[in-house]
């Protein structure tokens, strides 16, 4: 168990829909990443948050947003679903924003748009 | 650009070898850490083992070994005495500095193990 918690495990919604994807990070963790699993684009990184703002942006649609709370937790919102968002997401999160620590990940949401 | 390859899409290994998996990695940074994640049929993903690129010495965890050879770029991970439940997907990644102070994760394509008994 590497602490990071995500929910929901699974989630199957219809095209158009929005869903959010919600994270909590390890305790005492000030970073939170978003990937996205997919059979076609691999693993990829979408967006990092540090302390409740925006670091880094990575290739994130943007029908998706996502924002990191006080209480340190994070949600990612996925909007006007399409058939290719299909994927398993995963929320990551680390000690610093910029130094080289490893990245511990949750267990990921699986999303299926029908 | 940063780029992380993994040649080998699947391999298969006798319980209790030892088995090397490939990674090659393409960046112009001088600082950069390399990383190892399995990834079971469950889904999750599981750090294995973390090497810096100014580390002199290889890193090594339990049975996980990296062995680090920075002017030939690669990173291949070495499990020793394979184990049923080493089966797995595995992913070598690599963080560099994408702007400012910010480091991201960028994976190779996964490397599929299959430990026979």
């Known amino acids: 168990d590497s602490g990071v918690t995500q929910t929901p495990k699974h989630l199957i919604t219809a095209t158009g829909q929005r869903v959010t994807l919600r994270c909590s990070p390890r305790s005492g963790d000030l970073s939170v990443y978003w990937y996205q699993q997919s059979l076609d684009q691999g693993l990829q990184f979408l967006i990092q948050?540090?302390?409740?703002?925006?670091?880094a942006k990575g290739n994130i649609l943007e029908r998706f947003s996502a924002q990191q709370f006080p209480d340190l937790h994070s949600e990612l919102n996925l909007s006007s679903l399409e058939l290719g968002d299909s994927a398993l997401y995963f929320c990551?999160?680390?000690?610093?924003?910029?130094?080289?620590?490893?990245?511990?990940f949750g267990p990921g949401t699986r999303l299926l748009v029908l | 650009a940063q780029k992380i390859t993994q040649t080998q899409p699947g391999m298969f290994v006798q319980e209790k070898e030892a088995v090397t998996l490939d990674c090659t990695y393409d960046?112009?940074?001088?600082?950069?850490?390399l990383f190892w994640y399995k990834q079971p049929s469950s889904g999750e993903m599981i750090f294995l083992i973390y090497q810096g690129s100014y580390d002199q010495q290889n890193a090594t965890e339990g049975r996980y070994s990296l062995n680090f050879q920075k002017a030939r770029k690669s990173a291949n991970l070495v499990i020793s005495a394979s184990q049923l439940g080493d089966s797995a997907m595995y992913f070598c990644?690599?963080?560099?500095?994408?702007?400012?102070?910010?480091?991201?994760?960028?994976f190779g394509s996964g490397t599929q193990l299959t430990v026979l008994p």
């Open positions: 960046t112009s940074d001088p600082s950069y850490g």
């Open positions: 948050y540090y302390n409740g703002e925006e670091r």
């Open positions: 990551a999160s680390s000690s610093t924003a910029g130094g080289w620590e490893t990245q511990y």
């Open positions: 990644a690599m963080r560099w500095i994408s702007s400012g102070s910010a480091r991201q994760l960028t």
